[in-house]
């Protein structure tokens, strides 16, 4: 019953770690209509920052704070002077997104010197249930993926700022028409996905170390996840995260992880070829 329960609680925390990196990957490709193969390397900036700001006696916290704000800011900056140029061409702009991961991924291999860097955890130590102990740090992981998720729900769906990042990528003529600054809400809706890959990078790392192929490690799984929960919506790669999460954590008590790992791929890719539009079809939030 103990070993059933931790490995519930496993799954269910590398599910959330997966859903934090998909929301930012899912919001650019769903409202933007690219994918951006630079945000596992936004995921490594975050990391990065968070460590940074350990390294020079920071509480960790100012680093997980400043992360999201600092990345999102470039990500601003990075629409604005390469891939705002792009957007008739989304293949180029994909290429153009992965060559500046590569920049970034290689600044940052320079940076650490290809070397392996702890964080360790803000809350540190086991929450007890009677026998069972699961980590207080992925704990507070699920309850703070949950809360970002509501957030991001809320802000494109209740919000006037979310009304308009919506009819600006829907129908731009018609939001220009308007009077709404068409480049101004594409390079917001890029930097707050970016924001998002930053502060999955802040969290995760005190769990899986810094090093320079952090981002990459999940990106291939986040753009999975955004195929099979299905391109167009807010709640479809969010589902498909939980999905390709769930299946991630879960073979591998079962079989070996190389197995569980190519399995996860077969049966999305299976998934994809009989469900293309993915688990939920159709635009909107």
Known sequence: MANAFVAAFEILSFGAIIVLIVLGLGIIASMMGIFNFAQGEFVLLGAYITYLAY??????WAGMVAAPFVVGALG???????????????????????ALGLII???????????????????GGSIDIGAMHISAWRFTIIIITLLVMAGCYLLLSRTNFGLRMRATLENPSLARASGISTPLMYGAT???????????GALIVPVFSLYADLGLRFLIQGFVAVMVGGV??????????????????ALPWIMAPVVADVLVFVLAIAF??????GLIAGKGV
């Open 76 to 98: 601003f900056v990075l629409e604005a002077l390469i891939i705002r140029r792009f957007y008739a061409a989304p293949i180029v702009a994909m290429l153009g997104t992965y």
């Open 232 to 249: 167009g919506s807010f709640i479809g790669p969010v589902a498909g995260a939980g999905v390709i999460g769930t299946l991630s954590a």
């Open 55 to 60: 390294a020079k006696g920071l509480p960790i």
């Open 190 to 200: 890029f930097a707050f996905g970016s924001a998002l890959a930053g502060l999955a």
């Open 272 to 277: 994809i070829k009989f469900r293309p539009q």
């Open 105 to 123: 991924r290689e600044s940052v291999r320079g940076l650490i010197g290809g070397f392996y860097l702890t964080v360790p955890e803000p809350i």
